[in-house]
């Protein structure tokens, strides 16, 4: 069984109660010795270089595998120099090969910009991994839901022109789901015909218009949330986990 530790918007901006909620996620994320930490985006608040020296910081330490991608409160030249140690500002996008799964993250983000796009040259790099391990299932993941959710506030500023990954997915069979963050909610839907598991917020709770009348609608208090991903023979299961 593979175990995929799901992890999304912990927004290090330099206050202890951003660090340690994410240091808690973290933390527990990594007692599950899940086989690949995934980190889907919004890592940092302000994109500041010294906001990835503390990323970095809570991220070492460990040998678990790693993949991430940025989100809309993201650097990406601070990002990949803090973290990947890489130059330039271009798309972070990366793939992570498992024995038993490939993990493909694409850089959803527009810098300057809230809502997301997957540009041709995201989507030309994503169906080049697809096209390489065709007989090992895999996970495409980003930062920016391509679908609606059910809260205004998130769905304005989501993945826009969605069908050119709708067609690049419709492509590989072997993909089994797809991974997001962005809403700061628990959640789980569909897209191209597979789940669309969305991570928790580690930073706050996103919260649906019926539960509450606030802008923006998130509540501060609920504890960190992870989602941890199975795969056995070729199913997806998804269970989410508050750390307290």
């Known amino acids: 069984m593979l175990v995929l530790a799901h992890v999304s918007d912990i927004h290090i901006d330099g206050s202890e109660r951003n660090t340690a909620r994410a240091a808690r996620a973290l933390e527990y994320a990594r007692s599950l010795r ?26 070492a330490g460990d040998d678990t595998p790693l993949v991430l991608c940025p989100g809309n409160h993201d650097s990406r030249g601070d990002l990949r120099k803090a973290l990947l140690g890489l130059d330039g500002d271009q798309p972070v996008n990366q793939a992570l090969n498992l024995p038993s799964a490939t993990i493909a993250l694409c850089d959803s983000s527009i810098p300057g910009r809230p809502e997301g796009r997957l540009d041709e040259d ?57 991974l997001v963050g962005h809403a700061h909610t628990a959640a789980a839907t569909t897209f191209a015909g597979l789940p669309l598991l969305v991570a928790p917020g580690v930073v706050n709770t996103g919260l649906l218009p ?4 606030a802008v923006p609608p998130i509540d501060d208090d609920l504890p960190p949330a992870i989602a941890i ?9 998804t269970h989410y986990r508050p750390v307290l």
């Open 34 to 59: 899940p086989d690949a930490l995934v980190l889907t985006g919004d890592i940092a608040d302000h994109g500041a270089p010294q906001e990835y020296e503390i990323v970095r910081e809570l991220l």
């Open 122 to 178: 995201t989507l030309s790099w994503l169906d080049s991994v697809l096209t390489a391990t065709p007989g090992v299932p895999a996970f495409v993941g980003m930062h920016h839901p391509p679908v609606a959710l059910g809260i205004p506030y998130v769905d304005e500023i989501g993945l826009r022109e969605p069908d050119g990954l709708r067609a690049v997915l419709e492509g590989h069979p072997h993909v089994v789901a797809v």
């Open 229 to 237: 991903h199975l795969l056995d023979d070729g199913r997806i299961t």
């Open 210 to 213: 019926s539960e509450t009348s």
